[in-house]
C-alpha cells in the first residue's frame, strides 16, 4: 500500500469585475472620481519628492535661496546696466525680482510636462490609476517648491521700494498664486501627452518657453510699445504677462487688477486646466506602450 494521500486542490475564486487592464480608459466622470479616490496618494508623492532638487549638492536646501537671488543679480545687471530696460519703471530692481520669479514658475508649467511619461514608465506599469496623477502630482510638487522663491521674491520687491511697505491689495497674491498654479497644471497635461508621443517636441517646448521670457514683461512696461498698439494687444493676451501684471499690481503698485485681467485669469487656470486635463485623458489607454 502507498502511504501518499492525495492533495486536495485549492480552487481560488477571483471577482473580475473591478479589475482594470493597465491600458483601459474609463469614462471621464468615473475618471474624475478616480483621480479623487488617489488624492492620498498625489500628495504623498508630492510632499515627498519637493525640495529634493537640491538633494545630491553640497549646499543643499540653500540653494532655493541662493539660486533666485543669483538669478535675480545677473538679469538686474544684463536688463538693468547693460541694456538700460530700467528707464521709466520705478522700483525696477522689485519688478524685475517679480518678473523673474514668478515667470521663473510659470515656465515650469511647460518644462514640467516635458517627457513625464517616460520617466515614470516604471510606475505606469506597475499597477493601474489615473495617468494625470502624475501631473497633478508634478504640479502639486512645484507649487510646494516655488513657495520660498516667491515668499522671497516679494520681501525684497518691497526692500527695494522701503519705506513703501505692502499693502492690504497683498492678501490677493495667493488666490493669484493658486490660478498660475492651475494654469501650469493645464500646460503640464498638455505638454505631458505631446512629448510622450511626438518626443522632439521637447525641444520645440523649451524654445517656446524662452521665447515667452522676452514676451511676457519680465522686465519691461508695456508702454515700451506705445507705438505698436496691435504689439501691445498681443503681449497683453499672453498669459505670463498677465500673471505678471496682477502680481505686480496687489504688492508694488498697491492696487486691484482690473476685472478684465480678473477673467482672463480665470479663462486661463481654470479653462486650461480643464481642457489640458480632457486632453490628457482621451489618450489615457495609449500611455502604457510609451517607450
Known amino acids: 500500500m502507498s502511504d501518499k494521500t492525495p492533495t486536495k486542490e485549492t480552487v481560488v475564486l477571483v471577482d473580475r469585475s473591478k479589475l482594470l487592464a493597465l491600458n483601459a480608459r474609463p469614462g471621464f466622470r468615473d475618471y474624475l472620481v478616480e483621480l479623487w479616490d488617489r488624492r492620498h496618494f498625489i ?7 519637493a525640495f529634493q532638487s537640491t538633494r545630491n549638492t553640497f549646499l543643499g536646501r540653500i540653494w532655493i535661496i541662493v539660486q533666485p537671488l543669483l538669478d535675480i543679480a ?12 530700467s528707464r521709466g519703471i520705478d522700483n525696477f530692481l522689485g519688478f ?12 515650469g508649467g511647460f518644462l514640467g510636462g516635458t517627457r513625464l511619461i517616460q520617466s515614470s514608465k516604471s510606475l ?12 497633478i502630482a508634478k504640479t502639486l510638487r512645484q507649487l ?3 513657495l520660498v522663491p516667491a515668499t522671497l521674491a516679494v520681501v525684497f ?6 519705506p513703501n511697505g505692502p499693502t492690504w491689495h497683498l492678501v490677493l497674491l495667493p488666490g493669484i498664486y493658486l490660478m498660475l498654479h492651475l494654469t501650469m497644471l493645464g500646460l503640464t497635461l498638455i505638454v505631458a501627452r505631446l512629448t510622450a508621443f511626438i518626443p522632439d517636441l521637447a525641444a520645440l517646448v523649451s524654445l517656446l518657453s524662452r521665447a515667452l521670457f522676452f514676451a511676457s514683461g519680465v522686465f519691461f512696461t508695456l508702454d515700451r510699445f506705445s507705438g505698436s498698439p496691435h504689439l501691445q494687444k498681443v503681449i497683453s493676451a499672453n498669459p505670463g504677462y ?3 501684471q496682477a502680481i505686480r499690481d496687489v504688492t508694488i503698485y498697491h492696487q486691484l487688477p482690473t476685472m478684465t485681467t480678473w477673467i482672463q485669469l480665470a479663462l486661463w487656470s481654470f479653462g486650461l486646466a480643464s481642457v489640458g486635463l480632457l486632453f490628457f485623458w482621451q489618450a489615457e489607454e495609449r500611455y502604457p506602450s510609451v517607450r
Open 43 to 49: 500628495v504623498a508623492d508630492a510632499r515627498t519628492k
Open 74 to 85: 545677473i538679469y538686474a545687471l544684463i536688463f538693468g546696466l547693460i541694456l538700460k530696460t
Open 96 to 107: 524685475l525680482t517679480l518678473g523673474v520669479i514668478f515667470f521663473g514658475f510659470f515656465s
Open 124 to 135: 505606469i506599469g506597475s499597477f493601474s490609476f489615473p495617468k494625470a496623477s502624475l501631473p
Open 144 to 146: 510646494i517648491d516655488n
Open 157 to 162: 520687491a518691497f526692500l527695494f521700494q522701503w
Open 242 to 244: 498677465l500673471y505678471l
